[in-house]
Nanobody
Framework: QVQLVESGGGLVQAGGSLRLSCAASGLTFSTYAMGWFRQAPGKEREFVAAISRSGTFTYYADSVKGRFTISRDNAKNSVYLQMNSLKPEDTAVYHC????????????????????WGQGTQVTVSS
């Protein structure tokens, strides 16, 4: 079956960096566009970043643009999220997600656009 497993979360001070990884199995990874979402306590899950199948196109939420970078390695069936200049408001559980649908419509920011989800990894940024 399809599995998406996130790793790399942890506790970091404001201004610090973390690199999240998401390892995929049970699917033909190169045919899926990938996304990262986050969910803070008491809040809805929100879009963070997305990347096309080949990695050519990337999209970011305004709140992370210029600080976060999404990338992928299709040979390793993995997608990454490099997070720099972290802020306390970045604290959340971060989930990766996979979709067979195109990202070109702009619907990549919606949770219903994705077919599979990981369990998430906790990121805590202290002030």
């Amino acid at each position: 079956q399809v599995q998406l497993v996130e790793s790399g979360g942890g506790l970091v001070q404001a201004g610090g960096s973390l690199r999240l990884s998401c390892a995929a199995s049970g699917l033909t990874f190169s045919t899926y566009a990938m996304g990262w979402f986050r969910q803070a306590p008491g809040k809805e899950r929100e879009f963070v970043a997305a990347i096309s199948r080949s990695g050519t196109f990337t999209y970011y939420a305004d709140s992370v643009k210029g600080r976060f970078t999404i990338s992928r390695d299709n040979a390793k069936n993995s997608v990454y999220l490099q997070m720099n200049s972290l802020k306390p408001e970045d604290t959340a559980v971060y989930h990766c997600a996979a979709t067979l649908k195109s990202l070109m419509s702009g619907s990549y920011q919606y949770t219903h656009w994705y077919d599979y989800w990981g369990q998430g990894t906790q990121v805590t940024v202290s002030s």
